[in-house]
């Protein structure tokens, strides 16, 4: 069964101090894993998705096999980046429907 | 970019009732759209993967007869929670994938801003 797995509801961090928020998954075939998040009030958006290989907004993730892992860092964060972030992974050949995790709220301080 | 929108943003109705939810692609065209209900700071759960022109498929323990889905037309789904009960009180979030065919796992999801019921 495909299972993503986000350990912290909550992270609180200071602005700057880098960001790492977890997310790791169970998958039998080649999954494609996706962050997405939601700020305030607004709808979920893509952030970012391991095919890509990008950052955004400074943020990276890098799909980790042996672990099967995802996690998202960003080195130093900021005030903006306060959300609510999901992994969320896709299989192949499933028509493109994501399954996510259960979500960890960034609260970045001043 | 890509925007898709829902209709109503919220609705309150009374137990036994059945109400409609809309899924629309705004500019473009979504052969594919997907239906997620969410419950208070938790993970959006997928319902049913929305195909036009077919029966949806539905995730396993949710009542196809309870939550019906109709995906008439490249641009449009519907949800319609039958004979609303107090429980079925949740955030209803639709989304839809830009591009390749419905066999792929590749294109970006684009999400609506999400429906709140609340059944009284």
């Known amino acids: 069964a495909q299972r993503v797995t986000q350990p912290e509801k909550l992270l609180s961090v200071f602005k700057g101090a880098p960001v790492e928020l977890k997310c790791n998954y169970s998958?039998?075939?080649?999954?494609?894993l996706f962050w997405y998040v939601q700020y305030s009030r607004q709808r979920l958006q893509l952030l970012l998705r391991h095919i890509s290989r990008e950052s955004i907004k400074g943020f990276t993730a890098d799909l980790n096999k042996g672990e099967t892992s995802f996690h998202l860092k960003k080195p130093f964060a900021q005030e903006e980046d306060s959300a609510m972030y999901y992994c969320a992974l896709s299989g192949g050949n499933q028509g493109g429907k994501l399954i996510f995790g259960q979500g960890t709220e960034l609260s970045v301080k001043p | 970019g890509a925007v898709v929108s829902q209709h109503p943003s919220w609705v309150i109705c009374k137990s036994g009732t059945s109400v409609k939810i809309e899924c629309r692609s705004l500019?473009?065209?979504?052969?594919?759209m997907f239906w997620y209900r969410q419950f208070p700071k938790q993970s959006l759960m997928l319902m049913a993967t929305s195909n036009e022109g077919s029966k949806a498929t539905y995730e396993q323990g949710v009542e196809k007869d309870k939550f019906l889905i109709n995906h008439a037309s490249l641009t449009l789904s519907t949800l319609t929670v039958t004979s609303a009960h107090p429980e079925d009180s949740s955030f209803y979030i639709c989304?839809?994938?830009?591009?390749?065919?419905?066999?792929?796992?590749?294109?970006?999801?684009?999400f609506g801003e999400g429906s709140r019921l609340t059944v009284l």
């Open positions: 500019d473009f065209q979504a052969t594919t």
């Open positions: 989304s839809a994938r830009v591009g390749l065919g419905v066999a792929s796992n590749t294109g970006e999801l684009f």
């Open positions: 998958y039998s075939g080649s999954p494609e």
